[in-house]
Nanobody
């Protein structure tokens, strides 16, 4: 069973930066497409950025040019570098993953949350002055 522990969230002023980490255990991330998702109060969970097992990346329009997803397979960790943060980025951020045997990358490249499974508690990001 794959499990995630997300960290790195916090309170930051508009224009600031944060780096989120997602440490996976139980399975190697080599065999998963992975992604970062967020859910703001009263809103549905949305995809922020996803990455294939072959390191192809997709980003939501709202974060393109500001956020960068990356992974360190040796450490079984996924990162989300967030720059130029805006108040509308405030949300709980989650890691998600889907096994490469369950879905090819084109099937999940849209980063739609219903294609991914979530095993972490999330980390809160709050952007406010």
């Amino acid at each position: 069973q794959l499990q995630f522990v997300e960290s790195g969230g916090g309170l930051v002023q508009p224009g600031g930066s944060l780096r989120l980490s997602c440490v996976a255990s139980g399975r190697s991330l080599d065999y998963y497409h992975i992604g970062w998702f967020r859910q703001a109060p009263g809103k549905e969970r949305e995809g922020v950025s996803c990455m294939s097992s072959g390191d192809t990346r997709t980003y939501a329009d709202s974060v393109t040019g500001r956020f960068t997803i990356s992974r360190e397979n040796v450490q079984n960790t996924v990162y989300l570098q967030m720059n130029s943060l805006k108040p509308e980025d405030t949300a709980v951020y989650y890691c998600g993953a889907v096994n490469i045997t369950a879905a090819s990358w084109p099937m999940v490249a849209s980063c739609a949350p219903y294609n991914y499974a979530f095993w972490g508690q999330g980390t809160q990001v709050s952007v406010s002055s």
